[in-house]
């Protein structure tokens, strides 16, 4: 059964500093689809990056990437360069690419300070 | 800008009613799905569709809740009866996935249902 952890509830980070968020999946399929969400306080669901099982590059998109090491299971979201507005929780997020389902990870709280 | 459309946004009903949320993906997706969101458990996938088939709704508890897509333009999510635990925010999203696409989701706003 495929399996989404996310072992941060919460973290802090300075503006303008980098953070990574982790991430770990579990799953005996081969091909996978690994994406990351941003929730702010708005309740809305932001999509912000993803990474394919097969890609040969870690994902990037702006001052989003992905630290994708498929041996250790691991893809884990660096945000460079923070800023005030990144505060919001981020989900982890795996699509089985047989079935189509994504499931998703509990959640790290950002919160970016001055 | 293409977005998915959910109503109602607020509900606010009385344990043993039934409730329908409304979803209208994006035009052209082939997939949908309808997740719930509380403190304690997160973000739980109750149904999904392909191309309107129903693929997996094990999610759900099948006595009160039920998922359909009677076109490609409407999904619903039916509570009968509603509980005081079904109180949550109900997402639907939307995604086109293609082989060797990313096949990223796009979420609705949300509907938030509260149950006395």
């Known amino acids: 059964a495929q399996k989404i952890t996310q072992t941060q509830p919460g973290m802090f980070v300075q503006e303008k500093e980098a953070v990574t968020l982790d991430c770990t999946y579990d799953t005996s399929d081969p091909s996978y689809g690994l994406f990351w969400y941003k929730q702010p306080s708005s309740g809305e669901m932001i999509f912000l990056i993803y990474q394919g099982s097969y890609d040969q590059q870690n994902a990037t998109e702006g001052r989003y990437s992905l630290n994708f090491q498929k041996a250790r299971k691991s893809a884990n979201l660096v945000i460079s360069a923070s800023q005030l507005g990144d505060s919001a929780m981020y989900f982890c997020?795996?699509?089985?690419?047989?079935?189509?389902?994504?499931?998703f990870g509990t959640g790290t709280r950002l919160q970016v300070f001055p | 800008d293409a977005r998915v459309t959910q109503t109602p946004r607020h509900k606010v009903t009385e344990m043993g009613q039934e409730v329908t949320m409304r979803c209208q993906p994006i035009?052209?997706?082939?997939?949908v799905f309808w997740y719930r969101q509380t403190m304690m458990q997160g973000l739980e996938l109750l149904a999904y569709?392909?191309?309107?088939?129903?693929?997996?709704d094990s999610g759900m508890p099948k006595d009160r809740f039920s998922a359909e897509m009677p076109d490609a333009t409407l999904a619903t999510l039916k509570i009968q009866p509603s509980e005081p635990r079904d109180s949550a925010v109900y997402f639907c999203?939307?995604?086109?996935?293609?082989?060797?696409?990313?096949?990223?989701?796009?979420f609705g706003e949300g509907s938030r249902l509260t149950v006395l």
């Open positions: 035009l052209g997706h082939n997939t």
């Open positions: 999203a939307s995604g086109l996935v293609q082989a060797g696409g990313a096949g990223e989701l796009f």
């Open positions: 569709f392909r191309n309107r088939a129903p693929l997996d």
């Open positions: 997020a795996m699509r089985d690419t047989n079935t189509d389902k994504l499931i």
